[in-house]
Each structure stands twice: as C-alpha cells, then as structure tokens.
C-alpha cells in the first residue's frame, strides 16, 4: 500500500472514530433542558361576576453546559363547568419577573437568556368574568412556551389543572351496604399535581371517619397528585412501539403507538420486546397474561387517552410511584388505616399497596361491586366501615 493510500486510510478511521465520538456525546447530551414547574395558583378574587386566577411559575435551566433562551410565553384556558360557558369571557395577562430585567408595561414577552443552571419566573393572571362562575369546576391551563438553544427553536407546553370549586367535606353521609361492611364514597373536588393525599385524606375523609375504618384511594388519582401523566404531544413513538401496538386488544392502553412508547420509555425497549416476544409464545401455548408480567407493573397500570374523567381524558397517566410510602404516610398522619386500589366494572380488585392491619379479604369484598365508580362520579375515595 503507497504511502498515500495508507495516510488517506487513516484520515477515515480518524474521522469516522471523531463522529463516533461527537454523535456519542450528543447523545448524552440534554439539549434544551429548560423546565417550567407547576407553579402555585391562588384564586385571588371570587366575586360572583369576576374569578382571578394567578400563578406564579419558574423557569429552571437544567442544561449543564448552556444557556437557553425563552422568547416566545403564550397561554390558553379551558374551563369545565356544570353549567353553560358561553356568557364568560377569559382574559390572560403573562409578566415575566426576570432578576435582572424589568416587566414591559406593554405587556410584550421580551427574548430572555436563561444562563446556566439559573431560572426565571413569571406570573399568570386569569380574568373570568360573566354568569355563573359558581358553576365552574375547574380551569385547565395550557402555558405554550418556545426553548431556543443547542437542540435549534424546540416548542413546549406546561400543563396546569387548576380545581375552582370545593365540596363541603361535611355533606351527609351515604353509606351502602356490602358483604365485608359499610362503604361510602366520597365525593372531592377534581384532584391535581397541587394536591397531596394526605390532605386530601384530612379534609374529606376526616371529618367521617372512626377507628377501624379503612380508606381507599384510586391508583389513578395517587398518580396524577404526583404529576405522573403526560400529554400525548410530548411521546415520540419509535419503531418498536409503532408496531408491537397492533397486537394488543384496542380497549388496552397499550394499543396505541404513545401508550406503548409510554412503557418503552419506563422499562426500556429490549425489555418491552423480550416480554411481548415470550408472551406471545406463551399465549400460543394456552397461558395468556405473561406479557404483563416480564413487562412490569406499569404494564398494567398507564391509562392511556380516555382513560380517566376529563380533563386527564387527553392525558396519558401512569401508575402511582411507591406506593406503600404513599399508603404509609396517610396511615401515619392520620391514624387511619388505608390502601391503594385499582378497581373497575368488571368486578377485578387489584391492591397496589396497603395497611398490614387491614383484615385478609376485606378490600376485595368491600369494593367488588366498584363503589366508586368507572365513569365522572368524582368519587376517588371510599371509606370501608367493616362490619363488627
């Protein structure tokens, strides 16, 4: 080999062991890593004709070695009502409260740099006025902001699910009668990531409860008071979800190219294919329900769209995450015993997580009948009262 050739071969290895390099270290990389939180929302006015909604959010830059620019903020509402929304009009004002930069009087959202590992905030204001704002349940609020930095103008969108209305937590009880005891659900306001079951616990159970009495919780409320839901926008389904969601039934959360990226993106691709791959076999051979079991808990527990009661009907929500810390803490707080369940029309009782003082048997024969309910009741609770 000349003297050339042999240079040229190396200046290839070189520069193809140099991409290798970079597009492995681009790989690593976060990109634009901006994060928004969920903020703290206070309903500042409540007058019967005008509602004001403000929340104050940060803007955090996790990107290790960049700054991110924000230029474009914008909001959009959506409001859930018993009643009509046609006579309220919506008004929403963003001001950004940057550390080192003043507010615009004009109302104009300025080009920002968020340097490295420092944040931002802004404040959301929401004017409702009209009729009947006493019927209004619940506002969903849709912050759409543009990241602009090392992965090019990258759109994205911060979720806040805001409750307006409060049920009396002392209504009259409505107990029903089981086999394993007394049960009665308990109807609360629309639970959200700025909830935490204890408190939701201590301000409607509480008020009911006895010694001895067991409370229940939905495996999908827990979930989404950890913020564990995401819209489907935010999934980039890839080639294995794309394809292994057609052999699932269409009533499964898994049959839908984001639902199974849902579950490709918690346990990983290989073990995604490994259990569709082995169920499949033993499906062949008369055991069903195998795939659900190498694939992992979570398998069985993501709601995909349409899962839940609105507005979590266009999200797809996970599982709850640990469970029996969650059981645990409210047992500890409140002196009631308690347990995480996933329950349906079908009369199948599934116990994530619960008390180890609760009788054997007890939940399973207690909620078969799906006190709850599968459809808007709005009751994610049930308080069991066993029978003496």
């Known amino acids: 080999m000349s003297i050339v050739a042999t240079g040229l071969a190396i200046a290839v290895a070189l520069a193809g062991g140099s991409v290798a390099l970079i597009e492995r270290q681009y790989r690593q990389r976060p990109g634009n890593d901006l994060h928004m939180t969920a903020g703290d929302w206070q309903l500042d006015s409540s007058d ?10 940060e803007l955090q830059n996790r990107t290790p070695r960049q700054e991110i620019f924000i230029p474009e903020v914008e909001a959009k509402v959506t409001l859930l009502s018993r009643a009509s929304i046609d ?4 008004q929403v004002q963003i001001t950004p409260h940057h550390p080192d930069a003043a507010a615009r009087p004009d109302g104009y959202w300025f080009a920002y740099i968020v340097k490295l590992r420092k944040t931002t905030k802004l404040e959301v204001a929401i004017d409702l006025t009209g009729d009947q704002l006493d019927q209004l349940q619940t506002a969903w609020i849709q912050i759409h902001y543009i990241t602009y930095g090392p ?9 806040a699910i805001v409750p307006l209305k409060f049920p009396d937590p002392d209504a009259p ?18 639970l959200t990531h700025l909830d935490d079951p204890v408190s939701v616990v201590q301000r409607y159970v509480s008020p009911h409860a006895k010694p ?7 495996e999908t409320p827990i979930a989404i008071m950890q913020e564990r839901f995401h819209h489907p926008t935010t999934v980039n389904p890839g080639w294995l979800a794309k394809r292994l969601c057609y052999y699932f039934l269409p009533t499964s959360s898994l049959a839908t190219a984001c639902g199974m990226q849902t579950l490709v993106d918690i346990v990983g691709a290989w073990r995604v294919f490994g259990a569709f791959a082995v169920g499949a076999i033993a499906k062949v051979l008369g055991k069903p329900g195998v795939f659900y079991q190498l694939a992992g808990e979570q398998a069985r527990l993501i709601d995909d769209v349409t899962g839940t009661l609105p507005p979590y009907d266009q999200f797809i929500v996970l599982g709850p995450e640990n469970p029996q810390e969650v059981v645990d803490e409210i047992e500890r707080e409140t002196g009631l015993l308690a347990a995480i369940v996933d329950v349906n029309d079908l009369k199948a009782v599934k116990v994530l997580a619960g008390s180890s003082k609760i ?5 399973e024969k ?3 009948s799906n006190p709850a309910g599968n459809a808007d009741e709005q009751t994610p609770i049930v308080l069991i009262r066993p029978a003496t």
């Open 212 to 218: 001895g009495d067991v409370v229940t919780i939905g």
């Open 87 to 90: 006579g309220i009009k919506t």
């Open 366 to 368: 207690a909620l078969l």
């Open 173 to 190: 009880e409505k107990w029903r009668s089981t086999e394993a005891g007394d049960v009665m659900p308990i109807y609360t306001h629309l």
């Open 48 to 57: 019967p004709r005008h509602y004001r909604l403000v929340g104050k959010l």
């Open 151 to 159: 992965e090019g103008r990258i759109p994205k969108t911060r979720h």
């Open 359 to 363: 009788p054997p048997g007890l939940l």
